[in-house]
């Protein structure tokens, strides 16, 4: 029987309780199976909550309290607290389909590979500008690179607990900007490891308004972009003056795109993505975006 800790990191976000429901609703056959959820505040804010729940949920439920505001002691209190088989992590404002675990075992089982990333379905609502439901901007997929993927993220994953990855942890320096996922999966491909896709394992999560907007998106993609630009590092120079012609190339895409409410938003947000890169690379100190930190910067927070 093959055995999961799903993960949850939570942060003030009462969220938690429609994810825990639809774990309840998982269609899964043999395999063992505990929750395991870290609470990232300073005071233990969402402990009455995961212990309401855990009275009658269908499997039992670990509560950390692993304070604060930085999601990366979160995820490695999760990482110290798991026994099992396999690590599974979703985030506190995503709910799961029946099928989602199982989908995502399948594949390691199929594959072997040392982590297997899932979809993330964006929800919107119906105040949602048209532009961005058709583009769908928010939604999160694989990315691969010549064939293969090289990095992941935490938001819809299967990792298993195996040397030497089982010792890899979360970046702390990364804890309030964000990346630590993109950094993490990056070290376990550079040791050997393998990630592949279950294109089945869906999550679906709600975008709230403060984040169906351009200024969001361009804060997104610039992070993103600083993130792989620091790992870029080794070879600044070269790997500066690619980003900035790719950045020019898409800036002029965004202009022969005018016409096209979503080419245009794209190719633009490439641009960022790109100059973002250029900046990781140059050592440019990325925005806070998680925690209290983020609250105090609110206009410039996710």
């Known amino acids: 029987m093959a055995s999961v800790d799903i993960c949850i990191c939570t942060f003030r976000r009462p969220f938690l309780a429609e994810t825990l429901h639809s774990l309840a609703a998982l269609a899964i056959g043999d395999v063992a199976i505990r929750v395991i959820i870290a609470d990232n505040d300073a005071s233990p804010s969402a402990q009455d909550l995961v212990e309401t729940m855990a009275r009658d949920f269908r499997w039992p439920i670990t509560y950390l309290h692993a304070p604060a505001a930085n999601i990366c002691i979160a995820r490695n209190a ?16 995503e709910t799961v389909s029946p099928q989602w675990l199982g989908e995502l ?12 990333l899932g979809p993330v379905r964006a929800v919107y609502d119906t105040r949602t500008p048209a532009w ?98 620091m790992l870029l590092r080794g070879a600044r120079l070269p790997a500066a003056a690619i980003a900035m012609a790719k950045a020019s190339y898409c800036v002029a895409m965004a202009g022969a795109t005018a016409f096209s409410p979503i080419g245009r938003r794209k190719n633009l947000l490439r641009a960022v993505l790109h100059m973002g890169v250029v900046g990781g690379i140059m050592g440019v100190r990325q925005a806070v975006h998680y925690g209290d930190g983020a609250a105090r910067q609110a206009p410039h927070s996710p």
């Open 132 to 229: 961005m439901v058709e583009g769908d901007f928010h939604s999160t997929l694989p990315v691969r690179v010549n064939g293969a993927i090289r990095t992941g993220y935490t938001c819809n994953v299967l990792i298993r607990r195996a040397a030497p990855f089982a010792a890899l942890r979360f970046d702390l320096a990364l804890g309030q900007s964000g990346g630590e996922d993109t950094d993490y999966f990056h070290r376990l491909t550079a040791l050997g490891g393998t990630i592949a896709e279950a294109p089945g394992a869906l999550v679906y999560e709600p975008v709230p308004a403060e984040r169906a907007a351009m200024t969001w998106l361009i804060r997104r993609r610039l992070r993103m972009g600083q993130t792989h630009g």
């Open 78 to 93: 999760c990482l110290d607290a798991a026994s099992a088989d396999y690590v599974a992590f979703i985030d506190d404002d």
């Open 105 to 116: 075992l399948d594949t390691a089982r199929l594959t072997r590979a040392d982590a297997v």
